[in-house]
């Protein structure tokens, strides 16, 4: 087992997550915008009440799809920001001028969601929020290629432009922004990216088991490789840029690091082509917010290079 471990964190979260406008993502119209359209540059607004007044670390934000499949782009992007106003404008950079942040930064977005369930974003760099203003989430999602709906309900405002190359300003759509979950204490896992296929032509594929809970036991699988073969679970702490990483210069063709590889653990595969790294996570209240990412290396003979790669998981601890 891999014993999660941390020196030292600035502080330590309650166990929360902000729903807006409800915990509900069974419900609501299923809106095209922004992840089912072409080119999108998409704000929305969150009100200082709807997270509780109060200063918290926002480490996770998850939203509803209406459809299941693996949604897959080109470059995305998410920037949270503070605004005093409270209402948007219709141009874009003045609700983003209190200091926007680049929660999420990456060349090329692939988003494994489920139906009807809350799906999370890879928020990459967490934002500070200082409990007085509002708060603006931006998304600029571009080169669709697969997409889904989102959920929304009639409550929150929305700022959007298709066909973005750049404009300064976009069209209010008044209250018809996406339902959001904000999280800044609990648990959530979730899959992002993929990996490149093997000799097989089948792709090794992560999942999760158990919960990222303190105290709790957490599964890091993989499926789709060689029977018994040998592999490498990798751990790190960020997939930002300047990850995905293309390995096709050391022959590795189609294949990426999504993440920093700080920890790794070799195993077997079982006859089946699966294998699993146990994380026991520790009772401390502590590690509510670490974020750990994770992705899987092994050996195939017939793959170019001689190796193959996942896709990547991203396990945030929380209560």
């Not at 036991?217 to 490789?225: E, K, Q, S």
């Not at 790794?264 to 994380?279: E, L, R, S, W």
Request: charged share 10%.
């Amino acid at each position: 087992h891999l014993i999660v471990c941390v020196l030292s964190l600035s502080a330590t979260l309650s166990a929360q997550s902000f729903y807006i406008p409800t915990n509900t993502p069974t419900v609501g119209t299923a809106n095209a915008f922004p992840f089912n359209t072409t080119n999108m540059r998409y704000q929305a607004l969150i009100r200082a009440t709807e997270l509780g007044s109060t200063p918290v670390l926002i480490r996770g934000f998850s939203l509803a799809p209406s459809t299941s499949g693996t949604l897959e782009y080109g470059p995305v992007t998410m920037k949270m920001a503070h605004l005093a106003s409270p209402t948007l404008s219709t141009t874009f950079d003045t609700n983003l001028a209190a200091g926007a942040v680049t929660t999420m930064d990456v060349p090329a977005f692939v988003w494994p969601v489920t139906a009807n369930t809350w799906m999370d974003i890879d928020l990459q760099t967490p934002f500070v929020y200082n409990g007085v203003d509002n708060v603006v989430v931006e998304f600029l999602v571009t080169n669709r290629v697969t997409g889904a709906a989102m959920r929304r309900d009639a409550t929150n405002q929305r700022v959007y432009l298709g066909s973005y190359t750049g404009q300064l300003t976009g069209t209010d759509g008044g209250l018809t922004a996406f339902k959001m979950r904000v999280i800044t204490g609990d648990a959530s896992t979730a899959t992002f990216g993929r990996g490149c296929p093997g000799s097989t032509q089948l792709t090794p594929t992560v999942s999760f088991t158990g919960t990222s809970q303190i105290g709790q036991n957490l599964g890091h699988n993989v499926n789709n490789l060689l029977p018994t073969a040998l592999c490498i679970a990798a751990f790190g702490f960020t997939s930002a840029p300047p990850f995905p990483i293309d390995l096709t210069f050391i022959g590795l063709t189609g294949c990426k690091a999504y993440i920093d590889f700080v920890v790794t653990f070799a195993t077997i595969a079982d006859p089946a082509g699966t294998a699993t790294v146990g994380i026991a996570i520790p009772a401390d209240p502590a590690l509510v917010g670490f974020l750990l990412y994770s992705q899987w290396i092994a050996l195939d003979g017939g793959a170019a290079g001689g190796l193959t790669t996942s896709n990547y998981g991203r396990a945030l601890v929380g209560n």
